[in-house]
Every structure is written in structure tokens, then in C-alpha cells.
């Protein structure tokens, strides 16, 4: 291994570099450029629960969309409530709105008996669409987004498949 | 150029293309399955009663609650395709508020997930059914004007890959996306309401006529 990385000449070896970080900026620009299509900070997410079973599976691809001012109820929304790092996808069972700029929701989520307030902040009771609701659900692929549950459940994997896709393309003789 | 990784790669992107070209195919080709059917439904009865928030503990305060019977009759038939993972199908009730603050206000009352197997019944016909989830007003009352409330039936298709659909059941009769206007109000209490006071109109009606009888 170290013999060939050694064999390769700089400029070659600086070219694969250069071709790895530029696969890499891609892939960033992509997912920004996607984030303001959709005014989403996060368009595409992995489902992480069960609770919306059976319509999502965990591991399932949902893309978002946040450009509606409004989450009807019915809509699947993913939320973020402020002070809690999880992003949860439930559906919305209830939605209050009037002269106040923002509209209230609450949510539950398919597979739950109950709805969704034991999940919120202390003493909240419902959501607020404007900040805490990050995009609704439109388009869905199942089980393709499991590999980044491995990830996170294994940290060790991640090392290995950076370490193996970086060895790969700086061994790439072409 | 043929080392065992390349053939591994060009396998594995082969396979990526195909699955996802056909996942692309089965997405677009379920737009033009058609989805209409139609429902009838109305509203049994309303009861207000007093009740607290929600299950966790000391939070909830008390506040009114609005339980409500319904009847529902539709055919689910047509939303089902080979693309179709299951109906999520919910009745909604629309109503009035506080004008200020929350105006327009609409909650899912009732619901029911129909997965796309062999075993599921698609025809419905419920009758006297109860409504899932009673539900409280924002503001903890509702509110005393105007209490015009509609209702709704609407569904949301689930796909096995895609663009989930959402869409409202029109009423079989009048075509309209409202099965029933009804009023948020107790229809016991408004029954013994329009009893006590008919009872009270007709005691000022024979009332009057005696004493119109004596002043003759």
C-alpha cells in the first residue's frame, strides 16, 4: 500500500487529491443548493423512529418542503423543538391560527396513542409553525437512508469507509 | 482496467442506476391512476363536557371538551394502486373562534390507516361511530359567537416510493368538499333548551290569550 502511495508521482498525487475535494465541495454545494430550493435547513432526512409506522419505516428517505407558510392538518411535518436536538416527523392533528403571525400546531404521530405534548418543551403545549417546523414531507424512498443509522449507532464505520473511499481514489491509477 | 475493484464498482453503480430509473418510473406512472370517489357523512350528536387537557400528570387545567358521533359511508377503492402503501384517512372539523388571536381552527377528529392488503376493507359504513379524539379549543373555551362548524374527509396516499398525495373525498350529493355543516354547540342541552322555551312561549301564548279572552 505504502509502496504504490510512494511510487505515485506529486503531481499525480496532488491531482487525485484535488479531484477527492472536489467530489467532496460538490456534494456540499448540492445539499446547500437543495436547502434553498426548498427554505429547508435540513430538505432531506432520515427517518429515526418507529412512531409513524406503518407509513415510515426507520431508515426511509423523506425529502421536505418549507416554502408553504401554513402546515395543513394531515401534513407530515418535521419539527424541531427549540431546545431539544431531535428532529421528529409526526403528523399534524391540529392547526389554530388567526390574527397572530404564527400559526400553532399540534402533532402525533401515526403509531402513538397520544399526541405529541409530552414531547415538547416543559409546559408547551403546542407547536409554533414559524420556528420550530423545519419542512413537510412530499416525496419518499424507503430504506436507503439505514446507512446512516449504521453510522451514527457505529461510529467506528465511519472512520473505516473515509479511510477506505479516501484510499481508493488516491489509488486510483486513472 | 479490470481489476476485480473496477468490476465491483461498475456493478454496484449499474445496480444504483437501475433501482432508482425504475423507483422513478413507478413515482411518476402512480399520477395517473385516477382517485375519485365520493362520501356521504353527518353528525350525530356534539356533547360539550369539561375535562382536562392532556394524560401527563398536573398540567392540564380543565377546560371544555367536544365529543362528537358521526355517521360515514364512502368507497376507498380508487386510491388504491400498485403504489399505494396505505390510506392514511382522517375527518376533520373546521369552526370558528376567537377572532382576534385564533379565528380558524381545524382539528382531526377521527382516523383510520388502511394498509393495501387483501385483508383491509376499503367500503366504509359507520354509523353512530364515535369520533377518536375529543378535542379542546386552543383558548381552553370555545367561543361563544358564531359556532358554524364544518366537516371533512380527507385522505393522504402513502406510497411505496414517491410523492405522497393528500387530497379531500367529496360529498356524494351536492359534489362540495363539506359533508355536514353543523353547529359546536351540546345537542342535549340545545334540545332541552328549544324544549324549556317552547314550553315558555306557549305559557305567555295561553297566558295572553286569557287575559285577552277576559279583556273581551
Same mark, same amino acid.
Given at each position: 500500500m505504502l509502496a504504490s502511495l510512494a511510487a505515485l508521482r506529486p503531481r499525480q498525487l496532488a491531482s487525485q487529491i484535488l479531484s477527492f475535494a472536489l467530489v467532496l465541495s460538490t456534494a456540499f454545494m448540492l445539499w446547500k443548493g437543495l436547502s434553498l430550493v426548498t427554505n429547508s435547513p435540513s430538505p432531506i432526512v432520515v427517518v429515526l423512529? !418507529?412512531?409513524m409506522e406503518p407509513a415510515f419505516q426507520r431508515g426511509d428517505l423523506l425529502f421536505l418542503w418549507n416554502r408553504s407558510p401554513d402546515a395543513k392538518v394531515g401534513e407530515i411535518v418535521v419539527y424541531n423543538v427549540e431546545g431539544k436536538n431531535i428532529p421528529i416527523v409526526h403528523r399534524v392533528v391540529r392547526n389554530h391560527q388567526g390574527g397572530l403571525p404564527y400559526t400553532k400546531l399540534l402533532t402525533k404521530g401515526d403509531n402513538n396513542h397520544a399526541d405529541d405534548v409530552e414531547l415538547y418543551?416543559? !409546559?408547551?403545549f403546542y407547536l409554533n409553525r414559524e420556528k420550530e417546523v423545519i419542512g413537510s414531507v412530499v416525496g419518499y424512498i424507503p430504506f436507503v437512508g439505514y446507512v446512516t443509522i449504521m453510522l451514527s449507532e457505529h461510529p467506528w464505520l465511519k472512520t473505516v469507509m473515509l479511510g477506505i473511499m479516501g484510499l481508493m481514489v488516491v489509488l486510483q491509477r486513472e | 482496467m479490470h481489476s476485480s475493484s473496477t468490476r465491483f464498482q461498475n456493478i454496484f453503480s449499474f445496480f444504483t442506476t437501475v433501482a432508482f430509473t425504475v423507483a422513478g418510473v413507478i413515482a411518476l406512472s402512480s399520477f395517473v391512476f385516477p382517485t375519485h370517489t365520493t362520501a356521504t357523512g353527518s353528525i350525530r350528536t356534539v356533547q360539550i363536557a369539561p375535562g382536562r #387537557?392532556? #394524560?401527563?400528570? =398536573?398540567l392540564g387545567r380543565r377546560q371544555e371538551f367536544a365529543h362528537i358521533k358521526f355517521d360515514l359511508h364512502t368507497d $376507498? =377503492?380508487? $386510491?388504491?394502486?400498485?403504489? =399505494? &402503501?396505505q390510506v392514511f384517512l382522517y375527518l376533520t372539523t373546521t369552526y370558528p373562534g376567537d377572532?382576534? &388571536?385564533?379565528a380558524n381552527n381545524t382539528v382531526i377528529i377521527w382516523d383510520k390507516i388502511v394498509p393495501n392488503n387483501a385483508k383491509s376493507k376499503t367500503k366504509l359504513a359507520l354509523k353512530n361511530q364515535r369520533a377518536k379524539y375529543p378535542f379542546n379549543d386552543i383558548s381552553g373555551k370555545f367561543a361563544s359567537?358564531?359556532?358554524k362548524a364544518e366537516l371533512r374527509l380527507e385522505y393522504n396516499i402513502q406510497p411505496h416510493v414517491g410523492a405522497l398525495v393528500w387530497g379531500t373525498i367529496k360529498d356524494a350529493d351536492t359534489g362540495s368538499n363539506i359533508l355536514a355543516d353543523f353547529v359546536l354547540e351540546d345537542t342535549a342541552k340545545a334540545i332541552k333548551s328549544k324544549k324549556s322555551g317552547k314550553a315558555k312561549a306557549d305559557a305567555e301564548a295561553t297566558k295572553a290569550r286569557e287575559t285577552l279572552k277576559e279583556d273581551l
Open positions: 423512529s !418507529g412512531s418543551a416543559r !409546559g408547551q | #387537557q392532556n #394524560q401527563y400528570g =398536573t $376507498l =377503492t380508487p $386510491l388504491f394502486h400498485y403504489n =399505494t &402503501k377572532s382576534n &388571536k385564533y359567537g358564531d359556532r
